[in-house]
């Protein structure tokens, strides 16, 4: 998983991911990886970009001119800056809080515009988008690709598998959901939904009603096999509003 292997894998119509180096966030070892999507103007989308590297940046110059560099969440920017130095006519997307949490870090990201609760014009057509709202300490935008019908969700589930994972690791790793095959939105970020689920449980809906074939998650197995039922699982066992009971 050395970044001079980071390399664009095909997922899917007009869609790639790339799979980074493993990263330390708090002491724990994650692995990190980046969703492309060709837009039907040509241009590419990098959620959440791993980190640089020359031989994915040749690669991708081959698809397409780099156009969107998308940090889904508050904890997911660190490489934007890079990607913006070489590429300086892509535009940096804010997601909700980043701003703030990047600049407390000392990283200086010349963020161009936010990510809003719609898609934005630039992928309308190719790209539906909704902000999960209703936690104090995460919010993440959520995109779902139509022609590959292929969701992107960040830190909302994680699914690892546990050998990959230091050994002190493993104990909190299963405690917090977050373990393959059956990994789930890790236990603090749904704590922190308690007494807003109703907002979690409309934009799940939301999701299920986009009828994804495939889940990309950033840390961990993409989910390919029974995704409606690993998507409710994954949310916990919420039931998505309107079809509750
Ligand atoms: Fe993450």
């Known amino acids: 998983m ?9 997922l899917g119509a007009e869609i790639w991911i790339a ?7 708090y002491r724990i070892p994650f692995p990190t990886r980046m969703t492309v999507i060709r837009l039907a103007s040509g241009d590419l989308f990098l959620h959440s970009p791993i980190a640089f ?4 940046a040749a690669e991708l110059d081959a698809l397409g001119p780099v156009r969107h560099l998308v940090s889904p969440n508050w904890i997911h920017y660190a490489y934007i800056g890079d990607w913006a130095a070489r590429y300086p006519d892509a535009i940096c997307w804010a997601s909700p809080g980043v701003r703030d949490r ?5 990283v200086e990201i010349a963020f161009d515009r936010d990510l809003g609760d719609d898609a934005a014009g630039d992928w309308a057509g ?6 999960v709202h209703g936690s104090k300490a995460h919010t993440e935008v959520v995109f779902f690709h139509r022609k590959s019908r292929t969701l992107v969700l960040t830190d909302l589930i994680e699914n690892m598998h546990a050998g990959d994972l230091p050994r002190w690791v493993r104990p909190l790793a299963r405690l917090g959901g977050i373990l393959a095959p059956n ?14 689920r109703d907002k979690l449980r409309a934009a799940l809906a939301r999701m299920l ?9 950033a840390h961990g197995d993409i989910l390919r096999e029974n995704v409606p039922q690993r ?3 994954g949310f916990r066992g919420l039931s998505p509003t309107g079809h509750s009971h």
Do not use: C, H, Y
């Not at 050395?2 to 095909?10: G, R, S």
């Open 2 to 10: 050395a970044n001079e292997a980071a390399t664009l894998t095909p």
């Open 19 to 25: 799979d980074g180096p493993v990263i330390d966030f």
């Open 53 to 56: 590297s020359a031989g994915l």
């Open 102 to 106: 990047a600049a407390s870090r000392g």
């Open 126 to 131: 190719d790209i539906d988008q909704l902000i």
């Open 183 to 196: 990994g789930k939105m890790p236990l603090d970020i749904w704590m922190s939904f308690a007494g807003n």
């Open 209 to 217: 009603d986009w009828q994804p074939d495939i889940v990309v998650l």
């Open 231 to 233: 998507l409710r699982e």
